[in-house]
Structures are given as C-alpha cells and as structure tokens.
C-alpha cells in the first residue's frame, strides 16, 4: 500500500478546502502573505486524519488529534524557491473550533502563527503578536509549555493552551508527511474567481456572520450563515431580552416575581412563555424525582400549580421561591432556534453562557465540531478536552464548578450538590439539555440511564472523581 493510499490524501478544489475553515481562498493567500511577503507561488493538499496517521501524529505531539482534516499549503517564492509550509488546522478552545495557521519553516521550526478564524466570546487576545510572536522559532524538540516557555493571557488560558496544541500538532504532522519521502501530490493553488450571478456579486453564504451580547447573567454568542444574517440575530436577541423580562427573579415587575410576590393561593396571570417554561421545569422535577426542583426546596415543585386553562400559576406555601436559572436559557435557546427556522436561517449555532444548541451545519459540513473541557487540566496539561463531539440539532449542556460554581443546590439537601466533577448532557431540545444537565449533577451517574430513556436521542458524559476517563451514557457512549 502506497503512503499515498494510507494517508487517505483529498485532492479536493482549493475553494472547497479554503471553506472547511470557513474561509477563502483570498484571506488564506493573505495570511500567508503576511508570514512570507515574498510568497508567489502555492500548492496546497489536504489530509483526512484518519488511522495511522492520526496515530503517529499524537505519538508525535503528545496529545489527541481530532478528526477533522488538516490543509498543507506550499509555498514558494517568485523563483520557484520552497521557503516553508503553512500549516491550517482547527483546535477547540473552550466549545468552539479556533482555526489556525501555523508557518514552518524548512528546518521544521515555526516562522509564524496567527489565528484566522476566532469562535469563542473571550479570549480572543490570543490573536494579539504579543501572544503569537512566542512561538517563533520554536520546534517541537525541546518541548514547549503553556506557563513555561510561552507565557499565558488573563482570561485567555483555555484558549492558550488550544494554541499550544495547535502549534504541536503542526510541527508533527510536517515531520511526518512533509519528510521528502511521501508521494504526496501537491495541486497548484489559483488565483480566487469572483461569483456573479446576471452582473451582481453573490451573496457569500460560506461565511458566518457572529454576533455576541450579554443577557441572563452571562453573554449570548450567535453564529449565523447565509444573506441578512445580522438582521436575524438582531430578532434573536430580542426574543431573548423579552424573556428575560419574565422569567428573571432579579427584575421585580416579571411574570415569576408577581408570582414570588403574591400571597400563598392566589392566582398570578403570567405569559404563555412563563407558563410553558415553568411547565417544563416541573415536568422535569417530576421525572427526576425532585432533583432538579425550580424552587429549591425538597418537593418544593408539588406545591406549584400550573393553570393552562386560566393562564395563572399559584405557589402553595408563602416560604417557596420560584427559580428559573436552571432551565430559563435553554428555553430562550429554543424559542431563538424557532425564529431561526421561520426566517430561514437554520445553519446557526447559539452559545449561551456555555450551553450550546447546534441547528443546521454550516455549509459544506456535516456538523459543528465542539469540545468538553476537562475540569482536571490545569497548568501545563497538553490535552484539556474530554471529548470532541459533531454535534448538530441538539444541544450540549454542562453542570460542573468551572460552569455554575457552587451553584448547583441538591433540593432534598438544601446545599451545593457535588457528585461528580462534570455532567454534560446532549439532548435534542436546549429547555430539557438545561434542566437534565443540573439534574444528573445531583442524581450522579447511577442515574444515568433512567433519565436520559425517557428522551429519544439523548446522552450523557460524566467524569468522576479518581477515574481517569470520562464515563458515557445513551448517545456519548464509547
């Protein structure tokens, strides 16, 4: 079998190569321009990392390899002259892919690094030369660490260490396939061609348009493809703003502060949202027998009455509070997915506050890749994800102290509920991936499967204490 063959090489069309990336060929050449002013010429490959391949590239740099295909662009000079390899490969950093190129040098060392394509709502000062510069010149004997030999960025340290990754992986899968003894079939890289359709500039619909503000005690980062995009999210934000208006116990004139504020008994007329979004939450403290419980209290949820027919919800007893911090985002997520579709606009991704919900994938994709940080990486740990996960109409939600903090309450308890380091639930609808998320987080993961039978698509991956891997369940099984 030639290497050819066993490196599953795509000889793909550069403009199809260039969007994996969700870039063009154009800002490709740029970026490279910028690390080699005199590139002239390039010839580009890409590599599915599949089998051995992807072996020996993490026995080379340490730490796992995702997946998803990496590009290898040549570059040459106006002589003809090869002056080094550019590297363009996604690494995640906190949930999203950070795509990157790498510049190598001929003598497999790194001439530059720059960060493309930026997918998070922080740390995005990873971008900055002040960050980059440090890896010039560095190769991957001897190695190199985050806190040690590159200097981390406040606010930034997952983010950092995705660079970190990112810059191995680029050097090992140089020293591996760019050796001079591998057929590779390098294909010339030409000039952009302009899209027009009857004279007119076609609308891109490759590149997303992202958008990001804070709302419900955390931020709101939307990813949207295809024409008036921003218009789009515009209208997501102001359906998250309206229910925040009434769902919120912070704001004293929402639909659940009257309900909080009226005596024990008496009927408070609240929204249709407000009734299906507190309708959802004691649904759920039903199914998972009080675990997860909107007013804190063991049991709290049976004396909480929803009336469809009138539009009221009543508390029972005067001491019950009625809290929707554990199901609230998800629920807007969800009635954000539903403006999505009816506009048109189902290629869309929403991160809120770090729960997730994936529609359409972008175009040319099958999925969005996203990661589960490990809570136990710290430092100079060189792998900080549990899990990358595909993930498309469904959505990821995570319940651990790097998430909520102390702020997981076991109702039966009263107090911060702590049975394992981080429960992460994947379900198709964002209400029930919220709720479940806290719930497996009390319950722990005895109690896994029960709950997650009575969703069709559901999973789970919880990491315990003291084992070294994460355990799955449902859809995340190994």
Known sequence: ?????????????????????GLTPTSIEQAISTAWPQAARYESVVLEMKGDLRQRIAQRCGSAVPSA???????????????????LLDEIGKYRPITFLVAIHP??????????VYREHIGKQIASPRFTRQF?????????????????LSGATLSARASVRAVRRALATVAEVCDGKSPIRWKPW?????????GEVEADRSVSVVRVRPAM???????????????????????????????????????????????AGHPVKVSTDTIECVSAALQIARESGGAFDPTLVAD?????????????????RDDLILDLGGIGKGYALDRAAEILRELGHSRALLDFGGQLLALDPPPGESSWLVGIHDPRVKGNGANSLLRSIPLVGSSLATSATYEKGDHIIDPHQGQAAVV???????????????????????????????????VSGAGALILVAGEKSARGYGKLKP
């Open 69 to 87: 295909p990496v590009m290898l662009v040549r570059v040459s000079d106006a002589k003809q002259q090869w002056i080094g390899d550019a590297v």
């Open 107 to 116: 003598e497999k060392r790194v001439h530059d690094l720059q960060v493309l």
């Open 217 to 263: 005690g955390t931020v709101l980062r939307v990813e949207v493809y295809g024409p008036e995009a921003e218009q789009v999210i515009s209208e997501v934000f102001d359906e998250v703003r309206r229910l925040e208006q009434l769902l919120s116990r912070w704001n004293p004139h929402s639909d659940v502060s009257r309900v909080e504020q009226a005596p």
């Open 1 to 21: 079998m030639t290497l050819t063959i066993l490196l599953s090489l795509l000889l793909a069309a550069p403009t199809a190569e260039a969007q994996m990336f």
């Open 136 to 152: 010039r010149n560095r190769a991957a004997q001897p190695p190199f660490k985050l806190h040690r030999e590159i200097r981390n």
């Open 190 to 198: 030409p000039s952009p061609v302009s899209l027009t359709v009857e």
């Open 300 to 316: 709290g949820y049976s004396q909480i009455d929803v009336d469809r027919a009138t539009g009221t919800i009543t508390r029972q």
């Open 420 to 454: 394992a380091l981080s429960t992460t639930v994947l379900i198709p609808d964002a209400t029930r991936a919220d709720a479940f998320s806290t719930a497996l987080a009390v319950l722990g993961p005895d109690h896994a499967d029960p709950l997650l039978d009575r």
